[in-house]
């Protein structure tokens, strides 16, 4: 499997922008990039995820690199309830991208929100 | 509500006994997973089944077993072959085909062997 590096802490301070980068230099072609978060003695929730083109939702937004190798999630204006664990996986689909295999996690990196 | 379950939220178990811990899911997705977390580690990947009757070791699938017999749900046995079951158990489900992806995760049970 292909693996995600990731910082393991980063600080922000509240309604700054947040790029929290992850570096996947061994991705496959099929590798969709997902981004977790999990809020203490909580379980993970869904932020974003993309192929290869720049995706934006509610949430966040995702940066992927022309050649795939890094992508960053940024968090437009940090607020407190941001503060949590961000997790950058790899998540492989077959060719057509109709079906995906399993979810593992790596470290993360840990994003403290200053008032 | 749609939503996975996971029950009980905190279990204490006496050291050599097999434990049971339970997750059902009502959003009609084909994949469940159980995940272990440990303190202030990531997760870790316990098992996996992508459709009924069939699943998969994951990492860490020593000293735990599963089974999957409905949709719905995925019960993970914690058995005393397990070293050091003391952890916070996650489980989570997610479609296996199609263009949504997202996996969504039970609050979690955390398991305490005395």
């Known amino acids: 499997d292909a693996k995600t590096t990731q910082p393991n802490s980063m600080e922000s301070n509240e309604e700054e922008p947040v790029h929290l980068p992850c570096n996947h230099s061994?991705?496959?072609?099929?590798?969709?990039i997902h981004w977790y978060r999990q809020l203490p003695s909580q379980g993970p929730e869904y932020v974003i995820h993309?192929?290869?083109s720049n995706v934006n939702n509610r949430m966040a937004s995702l940066a992927i690199a022309e050649d795939r190798k890094s992508s960053t999630l940024i968090l437009h204006r940090a607020t407190l309830r941001d503060a949590a664990v961000y997790y950058c996986?790899?998540?492989?689909?077959?060719?057509?991208?109709?079906?995906?295999?399993?979810?593992?996690f790596g470290q993360g990196t840990i994003l403290t929100v200053h008032p | 509500d749609g939503g996975i379950t996971q029950s009980p939220k905190y279990l204490f178990r006496k050291e050599g006994q097999n434990v049971t811990l339970s997750c059902e899911q009502n959003?009609?997705?084909?994949?469940m997973y159980w995940y272990r977390q440990d303190p202030g580690q990531g997760l870790r990947l316990i098992y996996y089944?992508?459709?009924?009757?069939?699943?998969q070791k994951g990492d860490i699938a020593e000293g735990y077993s599963v089974s999957r017999e409905k949709k719905e749900s995925f019960p993970l046995t914690v058995t005393s072959a397990q070293k050091n079951p003391t952890a916070f158990y996650l489980c989570?489900?997610?479609?296996?085909?199609?263009?949504?992806?997202?996996?969504?995760f039970g609050q979690g049970t955390r398991l305490t062997v005395v």
């Open positions: 996986i790899l998540r492989e689909a077959n060719a057509g991208g109709t079906s995906y295999g399993k979810l593992t």
């Open positions: 061994t991705i496959s072609g099929t590798d969709y």
């Open positions: 989570a489900s997610s479609p296996w085909t199609g263009r949504y992806t997202e996996a969504f």
């Open positions: 959003l009609n997705h084909d994949a």
């Open positions: 089944s992508q459709i009924v009757n069939d699943f």
């Open positions: 993309g192929l290869t």
